[in-house]
Each structure stands twice: as C-alpha cells, then as structure tokens.
C-alpha cells in the first residue's frame, strides 16, 4: 500500500518529463506550404489558413530574402483572392461586406510593400537587384483605384482613421509611376483625414504635395491645416516657418497673419507685429485687419495716440470692426485716468477746472467708442460692462449708469 501510494505521488512529477521528451513535430516544409496556397487559389477557399501558415514560417532560421519576398508575394496573392470573392458576391447580386472587400485590397497592398521592402535589401557584396518589382507593380496597379475607393467609403462613413490608410497608400506606395490625376485628390484627402483623426504627423507629411498639385484657394487651406498640425504637435519652429510661408504665399488668406502677428503680439515682439503689418499693406495693400493689428501693438505699449490712428485707420476701411474700435476706446479710456490721476485736486487752483474738462472730454471720446463695442457685440458683456460703467460714473450719466449697474450685478 505504501508503494502504491509513492507511485501515485510521484507520477504527476514524473509525467510532464516524459512528455518534455517527446520529439516536437517538423514544421511542413515551406514547397508544401506553397503548393497549400496554390491549392487555396485555385480553389477560392481556404485562402485564410493558407496564408496564415506561409507567413508563420517567415520566423524560421536561415531564410533567404529571396524566399521571404516569394512569401509575402504568395501572401498579396491569397489577399487578392479574398477580395475577388466579395467581388463575385456583389457581381451576383448576393449580401457582400464591403469594408472586407477593401480591408482585403489594403492587407494585399500590405503584403507588396513588404515584398518590395526586402527585394530591395543589398545582397552580402552591397548589389540591389530586385526581381519582384514588375510582379508588385502589375498586382498594385490593377487594384490603384480602389484603393482611392476604400478610402471614399470610409470617408463617407465618417471613419476617418480607416480612410487616412486608404489615401495614405495610394499617395505613397508608388514606384516610378507617372503622376496620374487621382493623386491630387489621394494627397489632399490623405492630408484633411490624417488632421481629423490627430494624426498630425500624416498631415505634415501629405500637406506639401497636395499643395503642389492644388489651386491657390485649396493649397492655402492646406497650408493653414499644416500650421494647425504642428500648432497642436507645439512645434513653434515647423509653426513659425509655416505661418511665414504662408503670409507670403497666400496674404488674402488671414489665418496666416492673425496667427503669426498675434503669435509677435504675445512674445511681445512688438517691432515686428507692426513690420509684418507695413509688409503686407505693401504686398496685398490697405486692409482694416493689418492696420488694426498695428493699433493693438501699440495699445500693448501704452502708445495710445498711434493706437487711435490706427484704429481709426482701420474703422475707415471697415466700419462695423469691433475690435478697431474697443482698441480706441480702450485707448481713450486708459488716457481719461492717467489724466484724471494727474489733475490738480485743489477746487480752489486754476489748472482744476482745465484738468477736469480735459478728463472729461477723454471720458467722452470713449464713450462712443465703447457703446459701439456693445452694439456690434452685445453677447461679450465683460468687453464692454464694466469700462462703461466707469464712463458712465465719470460722464455722471445716470439713466445709463443704473442700467450698466444692473447688467454687472446680474440683474435683469
């Protein structure tokens, strides 16, 4: 009984090394795994499996590339396959899945490029001789077209990630081919797809060709999202360098100018907010947007008589510009204190009354300035409230003061 019971402790112990021992199978040799594909392409079935096998043997020990780049060609083949049978059920008529038909043609392309890749490694002496490049191509171009369609579907179904692989691939993986009139269209939509998803390193990296191939209104929309790319990536010098570019290339394009000069305005680089604005007067000439951004450079810097003149140089152009005329009066505002802080507060000396109606005369200048901010931005109370209730209280201009108190209290 004792022997028994040993035995029956030991052999769990002991099992596992005798199955340790037994000899692994032999992996099926890569002609059988070939002929399994060709067998799978003939037939039209079993294209998944035949796959799956030749590319598990892509990890064996003393593989040549030659034989890998037969492999990953072979694999192109069996994804083809797979596609020319969804094909075939929406030729008759029959329930297909459409993402899978184009998924299939996007693995295939997958499989070529990857083909490609290692037809082109150097041998030991340094050569490159490929000799798949004509197979790759010939499989490519047949299928080129709906690669832009899978990329059309899923654009029209708002799946912009899926879309950004599908113009990505027809806009890159393309080897000493004419540049055919689809392009233009690949690299725009690779550009805009890439930016949705935030993906903005594929932005950066399409922007420049689809501007190339683009009229000037699309290109400088093109440029603006490279800018926005690399705004969110906070690459102030690819930023920079494309915000200049663009304020040259496209001056009627103002996202260019507002970002670039508000971009000076906020490194308080002043001198050059106001070089870029005479720049541009002298390029695109006179526009209300580069003569108010000189008004805004100059309120910065307390300059206020220049901040006026350039606000109203602005407002002449355009005269609905609130900005123009908060800036002025701002401007006004910010000159009626300093003057009324520095006015003789003796009733009894001369300079009073002239210091006075000086300030008040300011007060009354911002005044209008001020509610004309209020007219064209009603909604932006906290521009507008609280340096009218100043004027107000100053200008003793009560029927509007209780009304302003109200608004800054929250009272209706």
Same mark, same amino acid.
């Given at each position: 009984?004792?022997? +028994?019971?040993?035995?029956?402790?030991?052999?769990?112990?002991?099992?596992?090394?005798? !199955?340790a021992?037994? /000899?692994?199978?032999?992996?099926?040799?890569?002609?059988?795994?070939?002929?399994?594909?060709?067998?799978? %392409? &003939?037939?039209?079935?079993?294209?998944?499996?035949?796959?799956?096998?030749?590319?598990g043997?892509?990890? @064996?020990?003393?593989?040549?590339?030659?034989?890998?780049?037969?492999?990953?060609?072979?694999?192109?083949?069996?994804?083809?396959?797979?596609?020319?049978?969804?094909?075939? /059920?929406?030729?008759?008529?029959?329930? +297909?899945?459409?993402?899978?038909?184009?998924?299939?043609?996007?693995?295939?392309?997958?499989? %070529?490029? %990857?083909?490609?890749?290692?037809?082109?490694?150097?041998?030991?002496?340094?050569?490159?001789?490929?000799?798949?490049? $004509? &197979?790759?191509?010939?499989?490519?171009?047949?299928?080129?077209?709906?690669?832009?369609?899978?990329?059309?579907f +899923?654009?029209? $179904?708002?799946?912009?990630?899926?879309?950004?692989?599908? +113009?990505?691939?027809?806009?890159?993986?393309r080897?000493?081919?004419?540049?055919?009139?689809?392009?233009?269209?690949?690299?725009?939509?690779?550009?805009?797809?890439?930016?949705?998803?935030?993906?903005?390193?594929?932005?950066?990296? *399409?922007?420049?060709?689809?501007?190339?191939?683009?009229?000037?209104?699309?290109?400088?929309?093109?440029?603006?999202?490279k800018?926005?790319?690399?705004?969110?990536? &906070?690459?102030?010098?690819?930023?920079?360098?494309?915000?200049?570019?663009?304020? *040259?290339?496209?001056?009627?394009?103002?996202?260019?100018?507002? *970002?670039?000069?508000?971009?000076?305005?906020?490194?308080?680089?002043?001198?050059?907010?106001?070089?870029?604005?005479d720049?541009?007067?002298?390029?695109?000439?006179? @526009?209300?947007?580069?003569?108010?951004?000189?008004? $805004?450079?100059?309120?910065?810097?307390?300059?206020?008589?220049?901040?006026?003149?350039y606000?109203?140089?602005?407002?002449?152009?355009?005269?609905?510009?609130?900005?123009?005329?908060?800036?002025?009066?701002?401007?006004?505002?910010?000159m009626?204190?300093?003057?009324?802080?520095?006015?003789? /507060?003796?009733?009894?000396?001369?300079?009073?009354?002239?210091?006075?109606? @000086?300030?008040?005369?300011?007060?009354? $200048?911002?005044?209008?300035?001020m509610?004309?901010?209020?007219?064209?931005?009603?909604? &932006?109370?906290?521009?507008?409230?609280?340096?009218?209730? @100043?004027?107000?209280?100053?200008?003793? !201009?009560?029927?509007?003061?209780?009304?302003?108190?109200?608004?800054?209290?929250?009272?209706?």
């Open positions: 009984m004792k022997w +028994f019971l040993l035995l029956a402790f030991l052999l769990p112990v002991c099992q596992p090394l005798y !199955s021992d037994k /000899k692994q199978p032999k992996p099926e040799k890569l002609s059988s795994l070939r002929k399994t594909a060709k067998t799978a %392409l &003939k037939n039209r079935s079993n294209q998944d499996a035949a796959r799956n096998g030749l590319l043997a892509l990890s @064996r020990d003393g593989l040549k590339n030659k034989q890998r780049a037969d492999i990953y060609y072979i694999a192109a083949l069996l994804e083809e396959s797979l596609n020319g049978v969804e094909n075939q /059920k929406a030729y008759l008529k029959q329930s +297909f899945d459409t993402a899978r038909f184009f998924n299939k043609l996007s693995d295939m392309y997958a499989q %070529l490029r %990857l083909c490609d890749s290692v037809d082109l490694v150097p041998d030991v002496n340094g050569r490159v001789r490929p000799r798949m490049q $004509k &197979k790759t191509r010939s499989l490519r171009l047949k299928h080129r077209r709906n690669i832009l369609g899978g990329g059309k +899923f654009l029209a $179904k708002q799946n912009f990630a899926a879309a950004y692989l599908f +113009f990505d691939l027809y806009s890159t993986y080897y000493d081919e004419p540049v055919d009139s689809l392009l233009r269209q690949a690299v725009c939509l690779a550009t805009l797809t890439a930016f949705q998803v935030e993906n903005y390193l594929g932005t950066i990296k *399409h922007a420049d060709e689809a501007i190339a191939y683009s009229d000037s209104s699309t290109s400088a929309i093109l440029l603006e999202y800018a926005r790319a690399y705004a969110q990536m &906070k690459d102030n010098d690819g930023l920079l360098a494309t915000l200049k570019r663009g304020v *040259h290339e496209y001056p009627e394009h103002d996202y260019f100018f507002v *970002h670039l000069a508000d971009w000076y305005h906020e490194q308080r680089q002043f001198a050059e907010e106001r070089k870029l604005a720049e541009l007067v002298a390029a695109a000439g006179g @526009r209300a947007i580069y003569y108010y951004a000189k008004s $805004k450079s100059y309120l910065a810097e307390n300059d206020y008589e220049s901040c006026i003149a606000a109203d140089s602005a407002i002449a152009l355009q005269p609905d510009y609130a900005d123009a005329y908060y800036n002025k009066g701002i401007a006004y505002l910010n009626a204190i300093i003057s009324q802080e520095n006015s003789c /507060k003796d009733v009894n000396d001369s300079r009073y009354a002239t210091d006075k109606e @000086r300030t008040l005369d300011l007060y009354r $200048k911002a005044r209008p300035c509610e004309m901010v209020r007219r064209l931005q009603p909604e &932006k109370q906290d521009r507008w409230a609280s340096p009218l209730y @100043r004027i107000y209280l100053n200008l003793n !201009s009560g029927e509007e003061f209780v009304e302003i108190d109200r608004i800054l209290n929250g009272q209706k």
